[in-house]
């Protein structure tokens, strides 16, 4: 720790001249200049150059670079080195200079004997630093990352920084992003909507296709390193969609050597095992992370619906309980591998696999007139099971001008999907009356190819092109089969079984430019088209579905430094999303016999306007506020709809039915108190406008919507740390009415023990709530319904990690690019 302090100090007192400069040359926002003791004359010469590790040949972010005149030693200008390693000194006096460049971790290096004869560029080119391992093993980084980023394009969430994520799933991490709202079934909403997209490591995955609600609950929260929201995406990412991206970026092991962690929990609710380990020399690096939980969750259930216009028909009164149990294990493996010095080649393989059973049994009661003229009990079991991977090959190659780079990007992923519901429906006498089968066996395969070129031009100027394309299958083999009587075989039912298979093929083309103007405003201009080909066949009833059509996707931002650390900006997009096979699948599930869930294969895409205002701003002191202003515009949105039938039996279907619109204000603001302390808190709210424009559903609802969430946490004396999480949801509105409020919040404490390798966190969920309540009613001209759901989610765990390996040299991670196909819309695992 004296160690660490005393560099510390030396990196302050080694800094001030960089802001020494006195009041007859003013420097310049972006670029510290430092003193020379006399007034340097400008000029018109550049500087360039980009800095690399010598040993894994990855670009070093903040590397010091310095500009010293030769004939007087003096240093006379400097910068630091970007993402890319990239860097740029302008403005240079003709004469002869020298470059000294410096990063903690490293040796310094110098390169001479550079010559300024007028208007005209030096390029260094590629500058390599090497390791000082010496160093590195003395040095304690004591810097450390913000909950919460407002980078320029997207808002970071550290997951890694937050206790109370400790023995959870990816369902729970997401509860504490700024905009996001996870409900008790695990369904996502940003701003209000449903429609957004979920990657893991900027890259699709078959599963989140098939059900985001299942996949998050088979990731664990110790494996997160961050959360990332983008919510305006530029013309290179995919049409995404209304609300936006979400990508999970899992931890990875970049240091030199062999490293890794092992982290455990045990709860009332949850159970589980997971770890990293990593493997880094020279040009080889690997990497891999395992993990497996069991979890169970005791719920009940309470509906009644009362019917306006059936004849034989006036109330329905249900009542459930049950449990939802299962087991989750993910694998993820990854390898890089330099070919030559600027070329290199990256691959991954992503497993995860789930089994979990939900049983229930439901009492049904049917009223007449207020009299009860039918009962029955239904016994249910519902078995799943999941298998699905992600396999990536990625190669990269730079060129001589930094920052010039081409990337090619390959992805296979596939999710295999087995599920049966299985029923015993028992007579008012609780005699066994008949029984059930629903088995539907699915999968979905994306296979994608992406190329990028990357062009720097002259005064920051930058020019990205690519291409995409994208080949999707799903398949669902369903059936419906009933044994009744009871004694009786099981026989299917015409009509309600089927073979359906799905292709939809997408080629994409994408051009974006990038400048800036005075040194106060950025700009960003891009437009990508997007042809969509649809192609689905049911194979029982011979009918099928085709559709082409293309797209035209603009976007714009726009950015002004109004003051030192504050930024306006202006984001537009237009975007297309399409439905995936939740949305698609024609499969009853038929888990309650009177409220029946189904997917339409004819659905088309939804077009988006999305409009954005934003002011961001950050002090020294850690002090950070972000505002935007939103207002976001569908004509088709697909929009799930309840019908009754003649019976009584509901059935939740989904079509291109909705024009909605939404304007609102996502405010969120950060600071530090009693110097180890930090606070964070989080308001959404909006106005929202929906309304049926279908001939057969005409319906309108609106209604402001709003949550509100807060993230305290303190550093104490001897290893000792706590935090705490609240948040509030309000009700939301949908077409045919609205979800009720809720509420969730827990607690943690952390001690760092065996010098800080290791810890033990305590921690508690909704502890003074047996359970938690989630609401919904329906309002439609032929009957009202209100639904309420209980998952008792009171729990306690306790939790312990172990950080094992010592690094022999640094490291820094590679930026990359990824597959981003993120332009999907599914129902969060809703419909099976």
């Known amino acids: ?125 590629v500058v390599s630093l090497k390791p000082d391992a010496k160093q590195l093993q003395e040095v304690e980084v004591v810097g450390e990352k913000l909950l919460l980023e407002d980078k320029v394009d997207r808002l970071v969430y550290n997951a890694e920084k937050d206790l109370t994520n400790t023995g959870g799933t990816a369902s729970d991490v997401l509860k504490k992003v700024p905009g996001l709202t996870v409900d008790l079934d695990g369904n ?11 990657l893991i490591n900027n890259k699709p995955s078959a599963i989140m296709a098939a059900s985001v609600a299942d996949a998050l609950q088979q990731i664990p929260a110790d494996l997160i390193k961050s959360v990332e929201v983008i919510t305006t995406p530029s013309a290179k990412y995919d049409a995404e969609g209304t609300a936006g991206i979400i990508n999970i970026i899992t931890k990875k092991n970049n240091l030199q050597g062999l490293n890794g962690n092992v982290n455990s929990t045990f709860s009332n609710r949850n159970i589980g095992t997971n770890g990293t380990i990593g493997y880094k020399k020279g040009k080889v690096g690997l990497n891999m992370a395992l993990g497996q ?59 995860m696999a789930g089994e979990f059973s939900y049983q229930s049994t439901l009492l ?121 009587p009871a004694g009786a075989e099981f026989m299917a039912v015409p009509g309600q079984s089927d073979v359906f298979s799905y292709h939809q093929n997408v080629g994409a083309g994408y051009a974006s430019y990038e400048f800036t103007l005075n040194k106060k405003f950025s700009f960003k201009a891009g437009v990508r088209y997007e042809h969509t080909s649809v192609y689905g066949d049911f194979t029982s009833t011979q009918t099928q579905v085709k559709q082409q059509y293309g797209n035209f996707i603009p976007s714009l931002a726009i950015s002004r430094k109004i003051k030192e650390n504050q930024t306006i900006k202006f984001n537009y997009t237009k975007r297309i999303q399409r439905p995936q096979l939740s949305y698609l ?14 997917g339409n294969p004819h659905l088309q895409a939804e077009i988006t306007d999305s409009y954005e205002f934003g002011y961001s701003a950050f002090t020294k002191s850690g002090t950070s506020v972000n505002a935007t202003f939103f ?76 949550s509100l969430n807060m993230n305290v946490s303190y550093a104490f004396s001897k290893g000792f740390a706590a ?11 949908m077409l045919q009415g609205k979800t009720q409020p809720f509420t969730m919040y827990n607690l943690a404490v952390k001690k760092d023990v065996l010098q800080k390798r290791g810890s033990i966190t305590l921690g508690v969920d909704n502890i003074f709530s047996s359970s938690l309540r989630q609401g919904r009613t329906y309002r439609t001209p032929a009957f009202d319904q209100a639904y309420d759901q209980y998952i008792f989610n009171r729990q306690v765990k306790l939790s312990a990690s172990y950080k094992f390996g010592k690094a022999n040299g640094k490291s820094q991670p590679r930026r990359k690019k990824k597959i981003n196909n993120d332009d999907a819309k599914s129902d969060d695992g809703d419909n099976g």
């Open 1 to 125: 720790m004296k160690k660490t302090l005393l560099m510390a100090l030396a990196g302050i007192i080694a800094a001030q001249p960089l802001f020494a400069q006195g009041p007859q040359n003013k420097p310049e926002p972006s670029k510290p200049i430092m003193e020379t003791g006399t007034a340097w004359v400008k000029g018109k010469g550049e500087i360039a150059g980009v800095i690399l590790d010598e040993t894994t040949k990855t670009p070093i972010e903040f590397a010091t670079v310095a500009l010293q005149d030769k004939a007087s030693g003096k240093t006379v200008d400097g910068t630091i080195s970007d993402a890319k390693g990239k860097f740029r000194l302008s403005k240079i006096a003709p004469g002869q200079y020298k470059l000294s460049i410096s990063f903690i971790g490293y040796e310094a290096k110098a390169v001479e004997m550079l010559t300024i004869e007028g208007k005209e560029e030096v390029n260094v080119g």
């Open 188 to 198: 996502l909403e940003l701003r209000g909507s449903t429609n957004l997209r979920v």
């Open 293 to 351: 939980s069991w979890r169970n969750n005791p719920l009940e259930s309470i509906r009644e619906t009362e019917y306006h216009t059936l004849e034989n028909l006036d109330r329905l009164s249900q009542t459930m309980n049950g449990r939802r149990e299962g087991q989750f294990r993910m694998l993820q493996l990854g390898a890089d591998y330099e070919l030559t010095e600027k070329s290199f080649l990256s691959a991954g393989l992503r497993m």
């Open 364 to 484: 049904s009661t049917r009223f007449a007139d207020g009299q009860l003229i039918g009962a029955n009990t239904r016994r249910s079991r519902n078995d799943f099971d999941n298998l699905n991977y992600d396999l990536n090959l990625d190669f990269t190659r730079q060129f001589a001008k930094p920052g010039q780079e081409l990337t090619v990007l390959g992805l296979i992923s596939r999710s295999n999907r087995n599920f049966i519901n299985s029923a015993n429906v028992y007579d008012r006498q609780n005699q066994l009356d008949f029984r059930e089968q629903s088995p539907n066996e699915a999968y979905n395969e994306e296979k994608t190819l992406q190329v990028d070129y990357v062009l720097p031009l002259k005064n920051k100027h930058l020019l990205e092109v690519g291409g995409k394309a994208i080949w999707r299958y799903a398949e669902s083999d369903y059936q419906f089969l009933v044994a009744q």
């Open 585 to 598: 699948n024609p499969f009853e599930n038929r888990t309650d016999t009177f409220n029946i869930q189904v």
């Open 631 to 706: 207002w976001r515009q569908t004509d088709n949105s697909i929009e799930p709809y309840l019908v009754p039938t003649a019976e009584g039996v509901n059935y939740q279907r989904f079509g291109n039915i909705g024009y909605n619109a939404s304007y609102g204000l996502s405010l969120s603001a950060g600071a530090k108190f009693l110097k180890k302390g930090n606070v964070n808190s989080n308001l959404n709210i909006f106005y929202m406008d929906m309304e049926s424009r279908s001939s057969e559903l005409r319906m309108a609802n609106s209604s402001m919507m709003y």
């Open 723 to 733: 935090q705490a999480f609240g948040q509030y949801v309000g009700s939301r509105v």
